[in-house]
């Protein structure tokens, strides 16, 4: 099934609703991994502003979920815009105040070679379950020069299994299985290099950590870092000049 299926997962759009879990992701052999439901659906805290503080240019939020850091990119007046494949955290972004479509990754995106950086965040390196073919998408996205940051496992792991949403607690609902991966930071590093990307950071904020990769181009037409620019409208628009941000 494809990676739709973990936004089509009624669990997961249950919690998004509710803002709470718990909700997890099961492996085939029953293995659970906890989902941070109630961060995700909470504001932009300190180690997610530290993160948005390294952005350049114009910013792609991949897997945006509910919303909260195009949101905080949004007051700051920065352009920024989320996909996600769950209609409900599309919508719950939007009511932040963030612009965002529903879209995954892999289809036709606003924009493609002009993000000054693209986010993946909250396990989000794990979409489609094929770290080579994310890592290569990435590139197509960025502007010469971009910036990825990736937010990776607190383990070294580099696993690839078929999963699904699942609410053990309240309502022992599941979701359709999809392909995923699980990579904490020396998997990632070993996939980037493999893919010609350069890193140029790495660190750890408590349990979380981070890479910063940068396109293997060396010249960028992303904005200055941090620049000030508007939001362009939710509602549909071609995108002009240098602003990679349209509508659904």
């Known amino acids: 099934m494809s990676t739709t299926a973990w936004a089509t997962a009624d669990p997961y759009a249950t919690a998004l609703r509710a803002g709470r879990g718990p909700l997890f992701l099961r492996r085939a052999d029953g293995w659970l991994l906890p989902l941070e439901v109630e961060r995700w659906c909470a504001r932009a805290d300190r180690v997610d502003r530290d993160v948005l503080d390294r952005c350049e240019g114009t910013v792609l939020d991949v897997g945006c979920g509910p919303g909260r850091l195009v949101a ?69 996205l960025l502007a010469p020069g971009g910036l990825l940051i990736a937010e990776t496992a607190p383990l070294d792991i580099d696993e690839r299994a078929e999963v699904q949403v699942v609410d053990v607690v309240h309502t022992g609902m599941a979701g359709g299985t999809f392909p995923w991966a699980r990579l904490g930071t020396p998997a990632l590093l070993r996939y980037a290099d493999r893919a010609g990307w350069r890193a140029v950071d790495q660190w750890a904020a408590g349990a979380r950590r981070f890479v910063l990769l940068r396109d293997r181009s060396t010249s960028s037409r992303a904005e200055a870092p941090n620049s000030a620019a508007v939001i362009s409208s939710q509602r549909a628009r071609k995108p002009s000049g240098e602003s990679p941000v349209a509508d659904r």
């Open 72 to 140: 905080e990119l949004a007051a700051r007046g920065r352009t920024a815009l989320g996909i996600d494949v769950s209609g409900t955290a599309v919508d719950h972004t939007v009511r932040l105040g963030g612009p965002a479509l529903r879209r995954s990754v892999f289809e036709p995106l606003p924009g493609e070679g002009r993000w000054g950086t693209v986010l993946l965040m909250d396990g989000n390196v794990g979409i489609g379950g094929d770290p080579g073919a994310l890592l290569h998408r990435m590139s197509e």
